[in-house]
């Protein structure tokens, strides 16, 4: 399948989990990508390895997507190594779990500093050198439209997201550019079973079910997703397959009940 060739894509937080699955979906169908990270260099590198040696351009890229002048330059790094940018998927964010007692302005900095100010500033950077059929997709999550317990705070930030697709579709479509959010459930990542090791619902610790069990009760299919599922979703929302779809934010989440 190429239905991305001769394309090119900045992934934020794309060293590892489902980063990592966009970067190899969307090189699989013919796209250039610059794969961003914050600390895991070996890990991008790596992968930017991998994928250049498929034929198509990978590069890996160090930048902090919390600071406003750092997406700019991954932007324009990414443009500059594959002679413009057509595609931006804003994958960087961080995990929250706590009682409402226990957050701290700290908290609330970090959190929405990354998943909403991090994503948003990621999209301007973005959009500022998209051309007409460029694409634009955010990150939110499952957990932005059901309740979960002590998740307020990162709940909160990934209901922004949907927020900012809706209200920013209209203003990017008359330059020829669509955002979307994609909304996944649980998925197989190491970043999702380091959480788990962290937090267990008050309501199941006494059932004594494995993590992965617990972490997908209230899904209809009764397992987490794989990285490979939330990529694949991601490739339509950024082909030609999904130009009618615009400030829409697609559940990826098995059927949540």
Known sequence: MTRLAGKSALITGGSRGIGAAVARRLSAEGASVAINYLSRRADAEALAQELAGSGNGAIALQGDVSDPAASRDLVARTADAFGGL?????????????????????????????????QLFAAQAAAAVLGAGGRIVLMSSVSAGMAVFEHSLYAASKAAISALVRNLAPELAS???????????GTRTDMAAENAKNYTHPALQDLHLPEATTTSLFCAQGRLAEPE???????FLVSPDASYVNGSTLAVNGGVM
């Not at 330059?175 to 459930?185: K, L, S």
């Open 86 to 118: 057509d595609i931006l998927v804003s994958n960087a964010g961080v995990e929250y779990f706590g009682a409402l007692e226990s957050i701290t302005p700290e908290d609330f900095q970090r959190v929405f500093g990354i998943n909403v100010a991090g």
């Open 175 to 185: 330059r020829g550019i669509a955002i979307n959010a994609i909304a996944p459930g």
């Open 229 to 235: 599922e939330v990529a694949a979703a991601i490739a």
